[in-house]
C-alpha cells in the first residue's frame, strides 16, 4: 500500500521475521518484497527499520558502474564505499528473473552485503554509540551491526537499515540528495574540464606536434574520506530530530495524508 494510503493500524500487515509470513491467518495483500526486511532483521536483530526505495536520483548509480560516494557531510553515514548488490549472481534455479526480492534465498544475500569484510564498517557500525537512546543509541554485540549503512541494488534501488524510524529515514532522504549533489558536480565538473595537446612542434616534418599528450585542465572531484565521513556523521545523527519534526509537520499539513489512530496512538 503507498503510504499516502496508509491511515490506520487496520492499514498495516504484522509479518514474522521468520519466514516473512503474515501473522495474521487470512491477512490483507501485501508486499512482495518483504524479504528485504525480514532477512535484514534476521540477520542483524540490532536493526529494527529498513527502508527500500527506488528513487530515480540514485538509480544511475545502480546501473552505470559509476561508485556512488559521499560528497556532502550531511551523508557521512555512507562511508567511502556504498556497495552494488546484483540479484543476477543469486537467483534461484526456479524464480524469475525480474530482479525483485522475492524469496528468502535473495533477501539472505542481499542482507549478506551490508557486512563483507572492508573496513568501511567503522564509519558506520562504530558511530551507533553516538546516537542518543531514542534513536537506537544503546551499544550492542559487533555481529548483530551491518558495516554499511546502504546498498545499492543493480538495476533496481537501494536499501538502507538503522536502528530506528527516524534514522532510517533520514538515510533514505540523504542518500537520494547525496546522489543529487554528485551527479551535479560530476555534470560541472565534465563540462568545466578541457583538454590541452601538449608536445614539441616538430618543424621538418611539416608542423606535427612530437610526443604530443592531451593534459586535463579543471579540478578533481573531491569526496569525503573516511574520518570525515565518521565524524560527520557522529555530529549530525545527534541532531536527528530536527529534521525529523519538520517531516512530520510537512505530512500533518498536507491534504494527501489522514491520520485516523485513536488519540495518543502513534
Same mark, same amino acid.
Given at each position: ?223 569525503? /574520506? ?8 557522529? /555530529? ?31
Amino acid at each position: 500500500m503507498p503510504p499516502a494510503l496508509v491511515s490506520s493500524p487496520d492499514d498495516l500487515v504484522e509479518y514474522n521475521v521468520d519466514g516473512a509470513e503474515a501473522v495474521e491467518k487470512n491477512p490483507k495483500p501485501g508486499y512482495l518484497e518483504r524479504h528485504i526486511h525480514s532477512e535484514i532483521y534476521k540477520r542483524f536483530p540490532a536493526v529494527n527499520s529498513v527502508v527500500h526505495s527506488h528513487a530515480s536520483d540514485v538509480l544511475p548509480y545502480c546501473v552505470s558502474g559509476v561508485p556512488l560516494k559521499n560528497t556532502i557531510h550531511m551523508a557521512g553515514f555512507l562511508g567511502t564505499n556504498v556497495p552494488v548488490w546484483d540479484a543476477s549472481s543469486h537467483y534461484p534455479s526456479d524464480s524469475k528473473h525480474d530482479l525483485l526480492i522475492r524469496d528468502n534465498i535473495l533477501g539472505a544475500s542481499l542482507a549478506a552485503a551490508f557486512k563483507p569484510a572492508t573496513s568501511t564498517g567503522f564509519i558506520y557500525s562504530k558511530v551507533r554509540s553516538a546516537l542518543p537512546t531514542q534513536f537506537g543509541g544503546a551499544s550492542s554485540e559487533p555481529k548483530m551491526e551491518p558495516d554499511h549503512a546502504v546498498v545499492l541494488l543493480q538495476g533496481h534501488g537501494f536499501t538502507t537499515v538503522a536502528h530506528g524510524i527516524e534514522e532510517a529515514v533520514y538515510q533514505a532522504i540523504y542518500t537520494k540528495e547525496a546522489a543529487k549533489a554528485q551527479t551535479a558536480a560530476l555534470t560541472i565538473l565534465n563540462a568545466h574540464t578541457g583538454y590541452a595537446l601538449e608536445g614539441k612542434v616538430d618543424v621538418e616534418s611539416g608542423g606535427k606536434i612530437k610526443s604530443g599528450h592531451a593534459k586535463g585542465e579543471g579540478g578533481a572531484l573531491k569526496y569525503l /574520506s573516511d574520518r570525515e565521513c565518521h565524524d560527520a556523521w557522529e /555530529s549530525i545523527s545527534a541532531t536527528l530530530t530536527r529534521p525529523w519534526a519538520l517531516w512530520c509537520r510537512q505530512v500533518e499539513v498536507n491534504p494527501l495524508y489522514k491520520n485516523e489512530c485513536p488519540t495518543g496512538v502513534d
